[in-house]
């Protein structure tokens, strides 16, 4: 049903404005998918990213192409987790356990207190201190998307909060892979905890991941979507605690009530009834290897069009506040991830 509204904002968007970008997107993920078969060190993911980020900052900076790529990033790499599911068992996801899921608790609870406390030490106000820490602690943009209307932050404020959260999602994601490598050597569930309890967006955990290899996106993924899992709280609470800090809190409460759509998003939804189904039943092969070929080209694609949307330019237009509170945020989420993972010994 959510496909069917991936394919009705197809057509209400316009595929001629659509076209271009994806078509984009989609030609830098088959020159991927052909240069990773005289690059298999690198793989198709990683020359994707690198590629679209090449020629996204050189020869394809035309705004007529931002439509097509944004779509690329964000529909088919949710169409593309959906589909995962159908090759993921809840034998896998028992390999993560209670150490892990209370991993994801801590690290979440630590990136919420942290983000707020730095946001007012640097005299960001409460709302945008929020979407701050939702942002990080969950699944970036989307939380802040969820988080906005229940603080009632302005919009200009949560553009500058989903600009700077991006960009901070982009320089863990280069360096969070490399770290984890270093670190952790071929411990497959230290690096896949490091990344996925970290980077802010699901695009972002994908493709950090991709930059090592599939098995650590699989379990990545897996410890991205128990934070996604948690939004729906997230929200609440945050929520509830908006309303204490207002003096009029009265007054918010009286204002016409709005219908809030139920937070989590569908991909999430169907990720979990397609394992669900993997794990009681026995799904055909063709289902299993049709929903991996097809999930890996979507995400091959989306990485390409996250290439292509990064633009070093906006790393320069940030204030030194903004950037500062951002890097500040991030070095809390690292050291923090470094410390839980020893700790709880994943």
């Known amino acids: 049903m959510n496909l069917q ?5 197809f057509k209400n968007q316009g595929s001629r404005r659509i076209l271009p970008g994806l078509l984009l997107a989609f030609s830098v993920a088959v020159m991927s998918k052909l240069l990773a078969l005289l690059l298999p060190q690198l793989g198709a993911a990683t020359i994707a990213i690198l590629l679209g980020i090449l020629l996204g900052n050189t020869f394809f900076k035309q705004p007529s192409l931002a439509i097509g790529t944004k779509f690329a990033e964000s ?10 599911g159908a090759t993921v068992t809840a034998q896998t996801i028992a390999q993560i356990g209670i150490k892990g899921i209370a991993f994801v ?3 979440m609870s630590v990136t919420i207190v942290g983000a707020y406390w730095i946001g007012k030490k640097l005299l960001f ?8 820490a939702g942002g990080n602690a969950v699944c970036g943009s989307s939380a802040i998307a969820a ?7 302005e919009e200009e404020e949560k553009g500058q909060i989903i600009t700077l959260v991006n960009l901070l999602g982009t320089i863990m994601m280069l360096s969070l892979p490399f770290l984890g490598l270093h670190l952790y050597g071929d411990h497959l569930i230290e690096k896949s905890a490091l990344l996925g309890g970290t980077l802010q967006s699901v695009g972002q955990v994908v493709a950090g991941a991709s930059l090592l290899d599939a098995s650590v996106v699989q379990f990545a993924m897996l410890f991205k979507i128990l934070r996604i899992m948690m939004l729906v709280a997230v929200v609440y609470l945050f929520e509830k605690f908006i309303q204490k800090k207002t003096a ?3 007054t918010i409460s009286s204002d016409s009530p709005k219908k ?5 998003p569908w991909y999430v939804l169907g990720f979990l009834v397609f394992c669900l189904l993997n794990s009681l039943f026995t799904l055909p092969t063709f289902i299993d290897k049709g929903a991996h070929f097809i999930s890996n080209w979507f995400e091959i694609t989306a990485l390409a069009a996250i290439g292509l949307r990064l633009d070093f330019a ?6 030194p506040r903004f950037l500062s509170y951002g890097l500040a945020v991030g070095l809390l989420q690292t050291v923090s991830a470094l410390l839980f993972i020893w700790l709880t010994t994943l």
């Open 248 to 250: 009029s809190a009265e």
């Open 314 to 319: 906006k790393f320069m237009k940030e204030g």
């Open 147 to 153: 988080i906005s209307p229940v603080i009632h932050a």
């Open 105 to 107: 608790l801590l690290q």
């Open 75 to 84: 529909k088919l790499l949710e169409c593309s987790v959906f589909l995962l």
């Open 5 to 9: 509204v991936t394919i009705n904002q």
């Open 260 to 264: 809030r759509r139920f937070p989590l």
């Open 125 to 132: 106000s409460d709302t945008a201190s929020l979407m701050m």
